[in-house]
């Protein structure tokens, strides 16, 4: 863990729930960065951060495209600038033969696993980033496997190679993932130091904008 540092001047969202997203906001706090949260939790949230901490919570059913929409142009208003987006992706995993699936399931994940995050990046980009800058960070939140998620996770890696050949240099994008190998601990343990740590500095050309973080996370960088 960070010691708390002075604060920086940059803002971060983070959308989404669940226990990654208090790990996410603990780790961007401590290096001095403003942060706005929403999803279900993120009053919650805010509660159990340090007092005085510069959290602004929005309170925001995740997937409802409109209410994130809004929650992106409330920091670009209350806030001043957007620097960084960050979104928690929460998945369902379903096991079971694809014959027997709801397609309805795939169709909640295909919408959580990427309509959700590119239509955060869409509105981010156009409220400040097209024309400032930043950085824009997807992280799946948990390392199950299985049906509807690799769909999603599939398709959240090709919108990522997208995204980053569109968008970059200007705008940075990456996607953290976990390894069919990671357990669930060492994977949270260890996905707020790299989601950070790619917010702030630029991945290196050879590793791409997919970071898959193993056992031992070490993240490739060039100087920014």
Known sequence: MHSAS????????????GDLTTTVLESLLARGVQVALAGPDAEQARRTAP?????????RVHDDLTALAGAV???VERLGRLDHLVNVIATRPRQGPLMELDPAALSDALRSGIVTPLACVQRA????????????VNVVATTARGGPQDAALAGL????EWLAAELGPRVQIATVVPSPLVGTGAYRAGVAEAVCDLLTRRTSRAQGPVFVLDEE????????
Do not use: H, I, Q
């Open 6 to 17: 002075t604060k920086t001047g940059r803002v971060a969202l983070v959308t989404g729930g």
């Open 73 to 75: 142009d409330t920091v």
């Open 217 to 224: 996370p070490a993240c490739p960088f060039e100087a920014a």
């Open 51 to 59: 007092p005085g901490a510069p959290v602004l919570a929005l309170p």
């Open 125 to 136: 980009y156009r409220r400040w980033m097209a024309a400032n800058g930043g950085s824009v």
């Open 157 to 160: 890696t090709e919108l990522t």
